[in-house]
Nanobody, 125 residues
Framework: QVQLVESGGGLVQAGGSLRLSCAASGRTFSSYAMGWVRQAPGKEREFVAAISWIGDSVYYADSVKGRFTISRDNTKNTVYLQMNNLKPEDAAVYYC??????????????????WGQGTQVTVSS
């Protein structure tokens, strides 16, 4: 089992940037594919980005391609989400998630097994 704690959310103007971090507990961080998922008020959770076990493959939702970058540092048990050129529609609670699948990097919300508590991102227009 892994425990996840996000940080780095906040209020930013449209066009600005934020960097989210997710610290994971345990000594087997590299055995988890990691992802970011967001949920806006009144909407379902949606996939944002994912990264493979050693970080050699990354995946993005079309809505964030070219603006967001996911990365991980297995020596620090941490996954990051760099968000640039933020738009008001990016405002949501962002969740870090881990999948113990060893064959697929999840690109759907249901594929993730462990979740953080979420961090709020607010984008003012």
């Amino acid at each position: 089992q892994v425990q996840l704690v996000e940080s780095g959310g906040g209020l930013v103007q449209a066009g600005g940037s934020l960097r989210l971090s997710c610290a994971a507990s345990g000594r087997t961080f590299s055995s988890y594919a990691m992802g970011w998922v967001r949920q806006a008020p009144g909407k379902e959770r949606e996939f944002v980005a994912a990264i493979s076990w050693i970080g050699d493959s990354v995946y993005y939702a079309d809505s964030v391609k070219g603006r967001f970058t996911i990365s991980r540092d297995n020596t620090k048990n941490t996954v990051y989400l760099q968000m640039n050129n933020l738009k008001p529609e990016d405002a949501a609670v962002y969740y870090c998630a881990a999948s113990h699948s060893r064959v697929r990097v999840g690109q759907e919300v249901y594929e993730y097994d462990y979740w953080g508590q979420g961090t709020q991102v607010t984008v003012s227009s």
